[in-house]
């Protein structure tokens, strides 16, 4: 499985290379999403890589499922060498490596955060702010999470660094001094 993991990480590098030359990294990862959408199932790699069907047969089944003007030609045609290699199934891994890259390079910062609650827009841009002052200015992308377990407050992760700011990390801690 590593040599596949390496596949699905060069593609992504070839990509991104390619993004960059064009200035179309919005562009690829938006592609890519659509891709991943309709060919990214177990279905979807079963079907493309059934022997019985002819390399015409798999072309006209990416050409009616995603209609030319859906996605950049390069893109389309990615999709196709994936098939023709027989590595549909590195498509999510191509995305979600891609999507790493593209981060890096636009300077975002993926931020698991666990509330009690959901939260309003006010709220989300608020830890957003709060956030990315903590990380020095950089752009922080919220992936929100509830856990009413944490009683109020919230619970970020940002990479290696975990920001505990919950009421049942509070109290577990005032029950500690207590004891």
Known sequence: MAL????A?????????????DNSLDLWLSDLKVL??????????NALENPKLTEE??????????????VQALARNFMLLLIRRERVELLPRVLDIFQTMYNNEKGIVIADVVTAVPLDEAQKQRVQTQLAQITGGKQIELRLHEDPRILGGMVA???????????????????????
């Open 36 to 45: 991943n959408g309709v060919f990214g199932t177990a279905g979807a790699v």
């Open 157 to 179: 992760r940002i990479g290696d660094e975990l920001l505990d700011a919950s009421v049942a990390t509070r109290l577990a801690r005032l029950a500690e001094r207590l004891t």
């Open 57 to 70: 047969a798999r072309q006209a089944f990416v050409e009616r499922l995603i209609p030319k003007d859906t």
């Open 4 to 7: 596949r993991g390496g596949a």
């Open 9 to 21: 990480r060069r593609y992504a590098q070839a990509i991104l290379d390619l993004a960059k030359r």
